[in-house]
């Protein structure tokens, strides 16, 4: 089960309005969306965005059952599009976004799509569950893309110390045979990491793992062009909230926010973490971070 993360932190960012229009961009199976739509009252308007169809219906299913829900729409495709989205719905407007980034435990854990350093799984990392064949998976960018590229991939999106070796690696074993696996993938990087590195507490495919799905799914750019659609689709003092994962996807909020400082006030000075008692239910979000804007 996924546990919403920063869930009474978040909820209280948005100040949410009664009856107003709201955007949950990375809706999954609801629990933000379904506090919000408590929230809204059945004058209210909530959109659901998610690129994981299976994760969506059972929002659906679940909001659909509410008391009072608000009016939904259940929109399956990148939250880069927000804009257009909204454009669609004849909206032009809203009071508040949530986007709690990064992907779910059950996309992790369940999905079999590639996510986890510790399952034997088709190397996939897509956020939509049934990619079409123009749409890059994991499995294209270790067996095609340079040398040169997945080490720029590895520093820029995960900061990975053994870059180099591990992008060199790469393209050495899959001269041999294709890389199809998350297991093939995982003992590549243990034949060249050292040992201390192989034996500390992070596990030394996370960075590895951490830069292919960002890259997979062009992690940054969607988030830019978020953040960048973010003043003409607020109303006045509508809020914004995100929840971050990592530090670069921290920094990519963090400064893709500040460079609206002309729309966005920014009202979470520093970022909010989760409190001791939600680390102890939940140690997922133990990396968490919450940042808040306000349309000015
Ligand atoms: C951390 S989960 C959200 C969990 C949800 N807030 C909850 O508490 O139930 C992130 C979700 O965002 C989706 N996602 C990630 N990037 C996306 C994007 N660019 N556009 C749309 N959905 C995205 C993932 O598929 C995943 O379902």
Redesign the pocket.
Known sequence: M????L?HESIEGLAIKKGGVYV??????????IEIAKLLGKDGTLVC????QE?LAEAKEKLRKLKNAPTLHFVH????HIKSIIESLSISQVDGV?A?????SQ?LDESGRGFSFLRDEPLQMT?DAHPTDDMTTAYDIVNSWSESTIADILYGFADETYRGRIARAIVESRRAKPISTTKQLVDIIASVVPAAYRHRKTHFATKTFQALRMAT?D?LG?INELIDSLPSILEPHGRVCF?TFHSTEDRIVKQGLRSHVDALKIISKKAIVPQEQELQQNPRARSAQLRIVEKI
């Open positions: 996924h546990i919403p993360v869930l949950d961009c990375t809706t999954n199976r609801g629990g933000h969306s965005i998610d690129l994981d994760a495709s990148n939250f880069r949530i709690d980034l990064g992907l779910s996309e956020f799914n992690e969607s929840i």
